[in-house]
């Protein structure tokens, strides 16, 4: 098994030679699925995860801007349209600095997996650009998006491609990607998820990925006859997905006590309550600021310039943040510190030999590409409502939520669970996505 697994990496690797980040999704992937592959006839000798990663179409593109003090500036945009076999291309848009080809290769990747987890019918996408939306004046976020999407509106339909939001790609940039796409193409129509309410949004997306990670570390918990309640929990991150991690994990009775961005984190010993979450969320989602400012608000928490919150002790770990961003010696230092469960927020946020140190220790652990589905689950429930041309409550979509995310642990445990009863989430999730993909592939032919 381990030769043919070799075989099939050597041939990814001659292919995408410089991109470390797409390897290692593949890799964990390919580790899994293989052996699953080599024991199931019908996806034998098919070349099934070969054509899975090789994306149906990469686009890249110049975004050329001009900025407040008159100078053109010149990003790069990119789409990666995955794959389409269960349905259109979805996925979100990321605007870092990072950005390139290897990172979104990965999250696209990763997207395809994820989606066909969350049961509703979407494929695989993502995007996104090498623009710092850091420092920048509303009108320079504004100009950039509408150049961002003067080229991608002609790659893009509510039946093609509906991207989304990630890292740096909140309600505002959707906000003035969709007035530029609705401009260019004189149509009004979903191709955009996590719109504003009254322009075709649905209520819970902005919540949907931080408390669809909580409820899946719910669900990992009842395994064991254990609840949130009274858990130490610490959290990376402080955007979108951490916000709303903190505030269910809270809602459900644990104490939170970090946040972060990438300059250090915050420990507060005493929890993160209502007051002080309103205060991260107004300092983050309006002001733009930094995490460090929490302390000048709250002087009995601790500022840690530098550093990731891993060395903290809790009970269960929620990376929020981004990718690689738990080594080695950091799941040493969780596990010493009696950390049990981790949901991951985040894409990838655990290096692979992280990964491996969580499952030798057989704790709950959660691959992203599970316990994260919640926000795309969450942007097909607005896609299936923009269709519908009606508008669903918040009890609504937040029960239609909670059952996806029951039954994306159910399927893990489906394919992951091992001999001696551990269930294995990395395995459970890969294996379980396969499959859908797969067998729709299959049924479509060679194409
Ligand atoms: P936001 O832009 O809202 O927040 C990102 C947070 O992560 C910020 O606190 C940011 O700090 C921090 N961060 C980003 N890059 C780094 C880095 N290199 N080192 C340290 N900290 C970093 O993004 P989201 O909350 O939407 O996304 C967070 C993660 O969740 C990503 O991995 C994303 O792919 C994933 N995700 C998001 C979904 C969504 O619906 N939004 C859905 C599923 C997964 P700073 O401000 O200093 O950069
Ligand atoms: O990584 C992800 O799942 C997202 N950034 C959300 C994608 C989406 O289409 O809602």
Not at 73 to 101: C, D, Q
Not at 252 to 258: E, R, S
Request: aromatic fraction near 10%; glycine fraction near 10%.
């Amino acid at each position: 098994m381990k030769s043919k697994i070799k075989a099939f990496m050597d041939l990814v690797k001659q292919r995408n030679q410089f991109e470390p980040e797409f390897l290692q999704a593949v890799e964990e992937v390919a580790e899994t699925v293989i052996p699953y592959i080599v024991n199931n006839e019908i996806y034998y000798g098919k070349n099934i995860l070969l054509r899975m990663v090789e994306p149906e179409r990469v686009l890249m593109f110049r975004v050329p801007w001009i900025d407040d003090s008159g100078e053109i500036v010149v990003n790069r945009g990119f789409r990666i349209e995955m794959n389409s076999a269960i349905g259109p291309y979805k996925g979100g848009l990321r605007f870092h600095p990072t950005v390139n080809l290897s990172i979104l290769k990965f999250l696209a990747f990763e997207q395809v997996f994820k989606n066909a987890l969350t049961t509703l019918p979407m494929g695989g996408g993502k995007g996104g650009a090498d623009f710092d939306p850091k420092g920048k004046s509303d009108g320079e976020i504004m100009r950039f998006c509408q150049s961002f999407m003067s080229e991608l509106f002609r790659h893009i339909g509510p039946n093609t491609d509906i991207p989304a939001g990630d890292i740096g790609v909140g309600g505002r940039e959707i906000g003035y990607l969709f007035g530029m796409y609705k401009k260019l193409r004189n149509e009004f129509t979903g191709v955009l998820t996590g719109k504003g309410m009254s322009w075709g949004g649905s209520l819970i997306r902005p919540e949907a990925t931080g408390y669809g990670t909580v409820y899946f570390a719910q669900s990992m918990l009842e395994t064991r006859n254990d609840t949130l309640k009274g858990k130490v929990v610490t959290v990376s991150g402080s955007g979108n997905v951490a916000q709303y991690a903190c505030e269910k994990a809270m809602q459900l009775g644990a104490k939170v006590v970090t946040l972060s961005d990438s300059g250090g984190y915050i420990y507060d010993k005493d929890g993160i309550d209502e007051s002080k979450l309103a205060f991260v969320m107004k300092l983050k989602n309006n002001k733009r600021g930094r995490i460090s400012e929490y302390v000048e608000k709250y002087p009995n928490a601790k500022y840690i310039a530098g550093e990731r919150p891993w060395g903290v002790k809790c009970d269960v770990a929620m990376p929020c943040a981004t990718q690689n961003e738990v080594n080695l010696s950091d799941a040493k230092k969780l596990l010493a510190n009696g950390c049990f469960v981790i949901s991951e927020g985040a894409n990838m946020p655990s290096e692979p030999d992280a990964v491996h140190a969580f499952q030798a220790a057989k704790i709950l652990y959660a691959p992203g590409k599970a316990s994260n589905a919640g926000g795309v689950a969450t942007s097909g429930l607005e896609m299936s409502q923009n269709s519908l041309r009606i508008v669903w409550t918040r009890e609504e979509v937040d029960e239609r939520l909670q059952r996806i995310m029951a039954n994306i642990h159910k399927n893990c445990i489906k394919y992951g669970k091992q001999d001696d009863g551990y269930v294995d989430y990395v395995t459970g999730a890969n294996i379980a996505g396969f499959v859908k993909v797969a067998d729709a592939m299959l049924a479509q032919g060679v194409v």
